[in-house]
């Protein structure tokens, strides 16, 4: 069965050495996350998900979810167990805020919780997950009553969340969804349409599931401007909280997945169910994207946690597995033949997989503490500041680290041969579970487009320029510190190009727009090259600054690593973005 | 269901237009392989893999094998009459000699089979290619007796054929070998022990399966040099050919594997089986490599194929499926959104697949065109050059076209979004097939470790500087053309990082070996970037010489694109290799 065990001494490396969290203890919440208090949620995590979820992970991908006849979904063994842990722990309410139940830390902690718990099983943590995303954009947009009625139990965790959006014609075009809400008169809406992919729509791990629903109210506008969002819970609340009738919403069918398995991918038909409208009317798009936007970073935590577990599993076998002998005379001389991780070409593999794990644990938590500035901060000018960080870097988290994720799950797997290939190593479920993390929330192309056409412009390109004006500082603060050369000197290559594409786009995309959509990929890839790179810069500062405690001579030679290995990278990139559209477009659609 | 077109007129432009196959004519079989010939073995081949193939990979993926109590295995629905159909066409035969039961045809022509039977349909064509491998390796070593026994049969199709090489504790490093061979004194062995991950080790498509088994002779020295080949046939074949009694050898168990269900993916045990020697004693591994050789660039086929029926499915959905509208306006106006074609992303997307695949069959066809000459001319000069160039592509083949084969099915079930991630639209099968390619056969670390171990020093360095030097001589025979500036230049460019990265490993791994480790896979992949950029100068080439006709002006288009957005890649590469082993290798393994 697959190794995991929750990285907590890098995470507190990054959380205490390199973002130093309490130079924020200004913040509601942040002056209760003393260090002590945080080496504790790290350790009770570990132990959780160590324990818990991921006992079951590669048996919840084998054994899937099931519907019945009746429309009930039940989970894989021990699913129930270990949600039920987690719910007994609190883990739900960690950062939500206490008025509403919760326990108010800061959220960058529960997204080292999200990083462990989808390491351990991501199936299984995408419950708890989901139901995080509905409670932000009930907190943000519902009725004081709407909140009243859903948030506590959600945030206890005795019911779920989902969202409802994609259709069987439209997922990445929201304009063109179908479904329909009739005002019933008193209020309410009845809500009837088919919605596909709607992952955790039914199941058995909470009494209750409150679905999040896009849908357009009769003689609404044509396009995404005539979108509401409603709540229609699975079963119906009274007024006194107790659980009613069954609403006219049930699962149609389960979808037959590569990956994921554990967790219920539904077709959902809503046959004029009671729903709420939440927020205004036809500005559910806007709501809906409070929702997306905290997903799109979970999922890209998702990727960075499938390629973390997978680097754990591929080391313990490269150190087992003998094969071969060293290239420089035989390490394991009494043994028949050296374990693999003597070769080269593994080392390479690892050290790749780890100089991207690192960095982009440590850009992600960077992000989610922007994300805590942002949310708590009583001066407006930081939460501007923050906001534009969050907005910026949120389409680089998801596309960038679920691609690497997927690619680093596919690294890992090879390592083990065609024992990778087998399903009991459990090195393919992590490869078949990562694919999806590229897909949903918004397919990487699409984060591409994001970054490219709406975040690089926004404000006169404030964020972007904020962020290459930190990153220029920080080289030029650096650049006389002959131990900091390996990763400024580096560093300061990659922005250039990066900066060199920027401007590419600033001078060709405007007049012809083909040029920004035929080099976003890339350009987004660049992008999270650079913001690793900077965080490997950040992270060999601290390690200089505790040189000798232990982990830190470690934590330079990966980060070398990743300048001498991935940074070269940002120069076939560049030459790409600034081959422009000409000849990607230059072929007639029917000459495919 | 998935749609699949045998790509024609393509390999019917790179037989004719590019490697000019009539130049060949004074080889055996190659007079027959007249235009009208290959015209209709190229139809032929197409129809039947489109209608019998094709049609049974989905249901096939879903089915998957079975083991029953008694130890059968059983292929899914349809496999038996495809295969049936592939048996009465001869197509086994295709290139084997007519002395045995062949046709004689050129072996370039079966690979172009290869091909469209495993695009169409992978799990079901590794069985017959099997077959040609162990076919192969009879000819080459099997003595006279043997091959009137075995050949006529596989040849024919009725027996099929099985290569056992890897057991649970080796498969790389094959002198761990333990099966062993104990002599009967009767001229035969009894053999025992257990294979693992045999393709095709037991089925219901043949009367017979001829195993080919690694075992060690009681007493035979250590390692690589004590390794035997040995036939075992699964039914003992009498001294009339008719078959005897069942042989001590079955099927313990099939592998739940992550693809390839099609295909029964054994554990075999031995027990006492009867087994004859094949060639000298301990010289096993050698008879082996063979057919090694062979089934590596078979698994480079698969890659390719793969990729293109891959490709196929993507230009489909891309041209149904609307959302969105392009950047430069709707080009689908009357409709709710434009095809998803007219988007940049996706047109790079659709073009990097195909800039691959046309060049990768380009460099198959070139690699197996140089086989028959290896195997078919009367110069022994042009033998021994059309040796170097076979030993030299063979890993790059193998692992540049296996591992791109993956990335691009990967990247064309991405372009379905959600849709791609589901199993009923075949996405996910050609993902997860494609995946085994990168390591059967010799993971693709060990095929760059070959490349840069073995081939670039051979016979000091004879191969990959002929190699070079055909490179060369095209630029410069082309250099003053401008129409062919757009290729040649960007060759020339890559092709000069490939011989800096040669001078590299030259100057600095000899004293250092993990220097090359660590830079191999970059230099295989970089080596095949070249050498498909050199296929695209070729076809730009002969495109040139027939402007104006169908297909022509595309050709064109594509290796442009080529040139602009894969060959930059050999900047990276560069630098990664020159960054050498130090860093790569600084970290104890237990700080992994």
Redesign the interface.
Known sequence: MPVYKAPVADTSFILHDVLDLSRHADLPGFAEATPDTVAAILEEGAKLTETSFAPVNLSGDQEGCTRHADGRVTTPKGFREAYDAYVQGGWLGLSVPEELGGQGLPSTLNTVMQEFASAANLALAMYPGLTMGAVAALIEHASPEQKARYLPKMVEGTWSGTMNL?EP?????L??IKTKAVPNGDGSFAITGTK??ISAGEHDLTENIVHLVLARIEGAPQGTKGISLFVVPKVLVNDDGSLGERNGVSCGSL?????IHGNATCVMNYDGATGWLVGEENRGLAAMFVMMNEARLAVGVQGLAVSEVAYQNA?AY??DR???RS??GPKNPDG??D?I???????????TI?SINEAARALILRTALESDIAHRSPDAAARQKALDFLGLMTPVVKGVFTDLG?DNA?KA??MF??H?????WGM?QF??DA??T???EG???IQ??DLVGRKLAKDGGRAVMTFFGEVEAFCKANASDPAMQPYVGPLGEGLGRLQQATMWFMNNAMAK??N???G??DYMHMFGLVAMGYMWGLMAKAALAKEGEPGMA?KL??G??YM??LM??T??QL??IS?G?D?????A????
Not at 589 to 592: G, I, K, N, W
């Open positions: 994609t014609h439209c997922g990445t075009d304009g063109l596909i992919f979808e037959h997945k590569m990956g080391v490269a150190r003998l094969q071969g290239l420089t028949p033949a374990p991780i003597v070769h080269p070409d593994v080392r390479r593999t690892l050290m780890r997927f596919v797997q090879q041969g065609g990778g290939y087998v399903e009991e393919s490869v078949r694919r999806i590229m897909i949903y397919a990487n192309g591409a487009m727009p083909d920004a959509g035929a976003a990929t470690e030679v990966v070398r690593f001498e290995r070269p990278e120069a076939a030459a790409r081959a559209a000849t990607t477009m230059a072929l659609a029917d000459a495919f």
